[in-house]
């Protein structure tokens, strides 16, 4: 018997030891850089050996980097020998000195030996998992999800989305959750895809089984409000808003933009054509003005009209923040590092970031007060006025100079900005915007390329007539170029002044006489120059009728809108690179190029934003197609299978579902060619989205925040849904789409700015009751009820909003008048009701879209009776509760608390 | 190991780590206990839902965002006062005594001193301009404080001077965003949102970070400076007005008596409770904590705000002016705030850009208006804390968003009718004062006409690491993941002002 037992622990024994060997020695036990060696180094090592220090002559942010010798003469990693490698040598290390990480407790044991049998095993270098894309990604079917017990997937699976999910809830021993009920399920669906519970006709359709979930998944794509709903969204990725920002904070008009992009959506605009259209319309073989509205994206930069600021400083910021809002929005990379040093984590340079700016820094804006350039909106009589000019020049003279004309009548450009003036005498850049000078002032324009234009065009305010001003070649002495007389204007006039030809570059000298004028005050205030190509045929017949009409058209007033329009080659810009990335500071001059860790370049591209649109949504990048997807995930289940939605660098939050990330991905881009409503359609039609959202203590235990999936979503609706929800329950929102933004009643004082603050003017009649989306925003002070519900301010991108759980959001639900209105509305609805008992029915219906339970019924009974008996014993608060509306009595003041209650729900204000 | 298992892994490890500064919910009623609504919580059972077994894994903060947690570190003060003089006080008319300007009045800038240097308004070759006020040392320190300062001169020995604070910003918005935030452009969280996030708040009736601005008026920056960044918005400042709503819709409506709005939170939360039943979603304990919050804060707001209970001798130290949102009036309403468990009180003040374009912003007219102005309450403010014993817990921080040039500005190369100064960020003065704070200290110096520092220079890091240190921070190990990488108020830089400190 004892035999026995010593027999068989030595059997076991031998069974571990072969167990262990066999761990020891089997092939999948190779490290893997990626995943199990950049974690630690990010963590421990690449504060001081990345890319800001690299502390002793090692870095380990690049391969070479990594490999290259040392300060202490050799390299600190040798392939295949931890031993011999200072890199593991130093992590042994007893005396705290030499020991690495330096200053700070020793590695893990198990981090140790990771590195170590990395080394040993040739440190063989990986590329983060979001710098490549894969071919293709085999959907996890039927083989991995026979294992499960039968009958638990049973209906799950609606598509191949289901396969990814469930297998990680095998993996984890999970299940998923039972279908959602048909009413929650619609109410859920509606939400994410219009921003509005569904209509009654709609949802009855699909409760009643009349249709089905796809009909009703369809229909709902197809509506004007999916735009509308998912603008919301991409204006936050394109920093939308109705003001300048920064200090003054002035109005501009950037609505077209917006309804753009509302129209871009409904029109299922293909993403890669969404993309290139507004990096790059304006590039675009002869562009539409669709094309030209759609560049305002990179236009919604800030601009500073405070004093003393410095045009170039804004000018250079906005290209800074054009870069990084790029790659935040395409890319999901935080570039903005790399501005100042090598990115600290991920493979991009310092120098790569200047490269990119090259592709952006050569756009006519220059921060100035006005936001040259400016697309005007003729009317159509204007608009046929413009055409017959195109077309005469065209006949006449050639389609070049035609062109030139109608750019310059379309957005006047390009032009020269009074701020480009130098070395003033008697005259300075008044209010930081004007070239003013005074009695006998001169200054200079300097680089000015005519291109042998014959007049000079002049944009110019003044109050004083007859100042002489010569233009001479160079300076004082110089050849006179023009000389002509400025009288008084009404406000900002365009004029034109012969010029002569010449096709040099040159300094204009500017200087201008008036001596019936005191020496303090300034003879005129200058805008801006511009030199349009001679119109040789200015004989033939019908010349001067054009001439008038262009030169009215110029002065005529028109709508207008910010848009991006290139550097004419005479007028482009080197970049440099700036020395720790301070703007003053430039060294190199580099070209436009793109990061060599993500795709190559095309050579057919253009080396401008063109070319970088293209590169974006080439089929090589690795991260736009991602990016995407990961967002539009994360729109409807709160959170994106990357978590860290602006990230996917070796940083971010590792995928949930790698897999699925990258099949959606290449299904976007190859099978649905860039359809984000076809992204949309599959998500939603997952058996994953339909699943109930009911949670219990074991699944909150095990995922906390559903990382699995094993239940649907379940989140609080955005800022623009809570208002439009409410307006639409109790039938006050307005359809009506486009259009200037309005400004729906907001509390008195709001707006008090230093400065120029603007009036909130209240939207009368329907615009009152708009959905948020056309909600007028200004930077420094949005609409307060949005901002309490975690809307941001858009002064720069906002990939991600946090969601956040206030006591201020309560107090805006109950007693903004906003919603106190929209609970009479409903009240009234409910004061339909037979009884007390089915008005709260009714009222609560509407509301969430289910049947109240009993318990639910009664508090709220009790809730009614308690007011009821309130207002009947002081009949005055009735009138004071419900100012806008006579005749109402303790019954509808009684529903209309209980309304506001109802619109108070948990269940309400999330989506279940 | 896969990623996801990663995930999961790191996770919990975030959330041990976050926990072991939290305390569980352990009783569920007596982790609600401070609510109304603990009723609620009949037993555990009800608290978890259905027929689960087992608890919900909640930290206190799952449920109230602004729950209190000690910091890392023993701190030496529980709340912060800012003090915000917008517009940028000329430090050479109010501490930084500089008697060689004088000398030097109405002489030209030495070329030397104006290469590679950019000024706002400044054009040319600008002349000099002495100080416009006199100076005299005061107390047992000895510092010096101008005429225009007269009752802040009596307790100029509670605080500590940096006479050479520096900052790369010279236009008010990025400079303020920069003062407030760390960084110049926008998108970091204001240091009030860090040090909520951070703590807590000790009042949950309250919120813990309050932004009171003179006049009700925006800062230059937008409401950015005290913005939550990339923090949870729950910690952004709140924005608490003297007239009108103090805070956005904490009013009832008309007509709606108090014990109607409870009433309706009651049924509101006793509805919710049954969905978190049936959904067993902790943010629907969240939501019913916050409506709750919301009740208090109806009643307790209006009431902290309002200044009039207050007795006489205690509206006349401060020189109240009711019912305007004065300066006065918010430096009282700060002390109540602080007294109360306000986690950080933020005071924006206007009127300080005293560039010379007229009487108001004249360097020997406007400007001693406005020191009038601030003197007494900043000082009454100072000796309210000392009397209550709160000063020693409470940190006061006093500075504008940079400093103004010993030259006089000449606007667009011009000599103007005024005697104004420009912008300058070289070296301005701020003070603090509080626990921690080593009294009648100064640090730093400037050159004879106060240019430039010569000694002791600090940068806004500087200042920012020196008040997470008096909180209870390291300022380096104080971040906030976000874009891949943890973020911190003082980014790459900042070091604690032990000069200043006891």
Redesign the interface.
């Known amino acids: 018997m004892k035999k026995k037992v010593s027999y068989g622990l030595l059997f076991i024994g031998i069974i571990i030891l072969i167990i262990s060997v066999w761990s020891l020695l089997k092939p999948s036990d190779t490290v893997d850089f990626s995943a199990d060696i950049k974690p630690i180094l990010n963590k421990n090592c690449i504060t001081c050996h990345g890319g800001v220090k690299k502390s002793g002559g090692f870095s380990l942010l690049f391969e070479e980097e990594a490999f290259a010798d040392t300060e202490s003469g050799g390299p600190a990693i040798i392939p295949g020998n931890a031993a011999k490698s200072p890199f593991i040598q130093r992590l042994k290390e007893d005396d705290p000195e030499l020991r690495m990480p330096y200053k700070k407790s020793k590695l893990s044991k198990e981090d140790i030996e990771l590195l170590t049998k990395w080394v040993d095993q040739g440190a063989k270098w990986g590329k983060h998992w979001a710098y490549t894309l894969p071919e293709k990604v085999e959907v996890p079917k039927a083989a991995q999800s026979a294992g499960i017990s039968s009958g638990d997937a049973q209906g799950f699976i609606k598509n191949d989305i289901d396969h990814f999910i469930l297998r990680t809830l095998e993996n984890n021993g999970l299940e998923p959750s039972p279908p959602a009920e048909q009413n929650v399920l619609a109410r859920r669906l509606s939400l994410d895809i219009t921003g509005l519970p569904p209509d009654d006709s709609l949802f009855n359709d699909f409760t009643t089984g009349k249709i089905t979930y796809e009909n009703m998944v369809d229909e709902l794509l197809s509506r004007d409000a999916y735009g509308e709903k998912w603008a919301s969204w991409w204006l936050d990725h394109a920093r939308y808003a109705d003001t300048k920002g920064y200090e003054k904070d002035m109005g501009r008009t950037m609505w077209r933009y917006r309804d753009w992009v509302i129209k871009a959506l409904n029109n299922d605009m293909p993403f890669d054509r969404f993309t290139i259209e507004q990096l790059a319309g304006d590039l675009l073989p002869d562009p539409s003005v669709d094309q030209l509205i759609a560049t305002a994206f990179h236009r919604n930069t800030m601009n500073n009209d405070e004093g003393g600021t410095e045009d170039e400083e804004f000018r250079v910021a906005s290209v800074i923040d054009r870069v990084n809002t790029t790659f935040e929005v395409w890319q999901s990379t935080t570039i903005g590092c790399v501005q100042c040093h090598s990115h600290t984590y991920d493979p991009f340079k310092n120098r790569e970031y200047y490269n990119l700016m090259a592709f952006f820094n050569n756009t006519r804006d220059e921060d100035t007060s006005e936001d040259e350039p400016n697309l005007r909106f003729y009317s159509g009589e204007q608009q046929e006025e413009v055409d017959r000019i195109y077309q005469w020049i065209a006949k006449n003279e050639n389609r070049e100079v035609a062109k030139a004309y109608y750019n310059f009548l379309q957005y006047s450009e390009p032009i020269y900005h009074a701020h480009l003036a130098k070395d003033y005498t008697n005259g300075n850049l008044a209010d930081t915007k004007w070239l003013a000078l005074r009695d006998n002032g001169s200054c200079y324009l300097p680089d000015v390329h005519t291109q042998g234009a014959d007049h000079i065009y002049l944009k110019y305010s003044s109050s004083i007539d007859g100042t002489k001003v010569t233009i001479r070649k160079d300076n004082a002495q110089g050849e006179i170029l023009s000389q002509f007389t400025t009288n008084r204007t009404k406000g900002r006039e365009i004029q034109k002044f012969p010029f002569k030809r010449t096709d040099d570059k040159i300094n204009l000298y500017i200087e201008a006489d008036n001596d019936r004028i005191s020496p303090k005050s300034a003879t005129s205030y200058i805008s801006w120059f511009a030199f349009l190509p001679e119109i040789k045929a200015g004989d033939n017949s019908g010349y001067s009728q054009i001439d008038d009409s262009f030169m009215k058209l110029l002065n005529s007033n028109t709508p207008t809108l910010p848009i991006i329009i290139e550097n004419p080659d005479y007028q482009k810009r080197a970049t440099q690179v700036f020395e720790r990335g301070n703007w003053l500071m430039k060294t190199d001059t580099v070209e436009p190029a793109t990061p060599q860790s993500l795709n190559a370049w095309n050579d057919a591209w253009p080396k401008n934003r063109l070319g970088l649109s293209k590169w974006l949504v080439s089929k090589e990048n690795p991260l736009t197609a991602r990016t995407l997807v990961n967002r539009v995930w994360q729109q409807i289940y709160g959170r994106g299978i990357v978590a860290s939605l602006e990230d996917m660098g070796s940083q971010s939050d590792p995928p949930s579902h790698p897999e699925l990330l990258d099949w959606l991905a290449l299904r976007f881009m190859n099978e649905h060619n860039w359809s984000i409503k076809a992204l949309v359609k599959d998500i939603v039609m997952s058996g994953t989205y339909r699943q109930s959202s009911k949670n219990n203590a074991r699944l909150y235990n095990l995922d906390p925040e559903n990382l699995l999936y094993a239940r649907g979503p379940r989140i609080r609706l955005g800022a623009e849904q809570i208002r439009d929800q409410a307006l639409a329950v109790s039938g006050l929102l307005s359809t009506k789409m486009y259009g200037p933004s309005v400004m729906p009643p907001q509390p008195e004082g709001i707006w008090q700015t230093v400065y120029n603050g603007g009036n909130w003017v209240e939207s009368q009649g329907e615009d009152k009751y708009r959905k948020a989306v056309y909600t007028y925003l200004k930077r420094t002070s949005p609409y307060p009820s949005f901002l309490t519900f975690d809307a941001g301010s858009r002064e720069v991108s906002t990939v991600r909003r946090t969601v956040t759980n206030t006591p201020l959001q309560a107090l805006v639900t109950l007693n903004d008048p906003v919603y106190l209105e929209t609970a009479y509305h409903l009240a009234k609805f409910m004061a339909q009701g037979s009884n007390v008992d089915n008005s709260i029915r009714h009222g609560y219906r509407k509301a969430v879209l289910a049947d109240i339970s009993d318990e639910k019924l009664n508090v709220l009974k009790e809730l009614y009776n308690t007011s009821l008996s309130d207002f009947r014993e002081k009949p005055k608060n009735i009138k004071e509760f419900i100012p806008f509306e006579t005749g109402t009595d303790a019954n509808l003041a009684a529903l209309t608390v209980v309304a506001n209650a109802i619109m108070n729900l948990d269940e309400f204000l999330t989506k279940s | ?4 298992d ?3 892994k790191e ?1 919990l490890q975030r959330e041990i780590q976050a926990r072991t500064r939290r305390h569980f919910i352990k009783d569920c009623v007596a982790g609600m206990g401070g609510l109304a609504m603990g009723s609620f919580f009949m037993s555990c059972n009800s608290f ?3 027929n ?6 909640l930290t206190e903060r799952d449920v109230n ?1 602004l729950a209190s947690m000690a910091p890392p570190f023993p701190a030496k003060v529980k709340s912060v006062i800012y003090l915000h003089m ?1 517009g940028a006080p000329s430090q050479l008319e109010m501490f930084d005594y500089k008697p060689a300007l004088q000398k030097l009045d109405g002489q030209v800038t030495p070329q030397s001193m104006l290469e590679g240097k ?4 400044i ?1 040319g070759t600008p002349k000099l301009l002495g100080p416009q006020a006199e100076f005299k040392q005061h107390g047992e320190s000895g510092n010096w404080v101008s005429n225009f300062l007269p009752h802040f001169s009596k307790v100029v020995d509670e605080v500590a001077f940096l006479k050479a604070v520096n900052t790369d910003q ?4 990025p400079a303020q965003l920069f003062m407030h935030t760390g960084s110049p ?3 970091r969280p204001s240091i009030g949102s860090w040090v909520t996030y951070g703590l807590g708040s000790e009042n949950q009736n309250l ?1 813990g970070f309050v932004v009171l601005t003179s ?10 400076v005290w ?1 939550s960044g ?5 910690y952004q400042g ?1 924005q608490c ?1 003297s ?3 103090p ?11 108090r ?3 409870k ?6 939360n ?3 409770k ?2 978190f039943d ?7 304990l ?2 019913i904590n ?2 709750e ?2 009740y208090r ?2 009643t307790a707001v209006p009431e902290v705000m309002n200044i009039n209970n207050e007795p006489e001798h205690i509206k006349e130290m401060y020189g109240v002016r009711p019912g305007k949102e004065s300066f006065a009036n918010n430096c009282l309403l700060a002390r109540k705030l602080v007294e109360d468990g306000v986690r950080f009180v933020q005071l924006f003040d ?1 009127g300080w850009d005293s560039h010379g374009t007229g009487h108001d912003t004249a360097i020997d007219l406007g400007l001693r208006n406005k020191c009038t102005e601030i003197d007494r309450p900043m000082s009454a403010l100072l000796l309210d804390l000392k009397q209550r014993g709160l000063l020693d817990e409470t940190l006061v921080v006093w500075g504008g968003e940079f400093g103004r040039t010993p030259m006089q500005e000449n606007r ?3 000599e103007m009718a005024y005697k104004g100064r420009d ?1 300058h960020g070289d070296a301005f003065t701020m003070w603090m004062a509080g626990g921690g704070i080593k009294k009648g200290a100064s640090w730093g110096i400037t050159d004879e006409i106060g240019f430039s520092a010569l000694e002791g220079q600090v940068s806004v890091h500087d200042v920012h690491a020196t008040m997470m240190h008096l909180l209870g921070f390291d300022h380096e190990q104080f971040t906030f993941d ?4 943890p973020f911190r108020l003082t980014d ?1 830089e900042g070091h604690v002002i032990h000069e200043i400190l006891a």
């Open positions: 190991m896969n990623s996801l990663r995930l999961i996770k978890l839902g259905n689960e077994k087992g608890k919900i894994a965002p917008a950019k000024f706002a308004f054009r010279f236009n008010h918005g452009r926008l998108g919120p006049g009700g008026k925006t800062p230059d920056a937008g409401k950015s913005g990339f923090l949870p918005s729950v709140v007005r007239k009108g709503d805070v956005l819709y904490i009013d009832d409506p008309k007509g709606i008596a014990n109607l709005k009433s309706t939170i009651d049924a509101i006793n509805i919710n049954k969905e049936e959904y067993s979603d902790p943010e629907i969240a939501r916050q409506y919050m919301a804060m109806q206007w667009e190369g011009q912008h976000f874009q891949g990488r790459v």
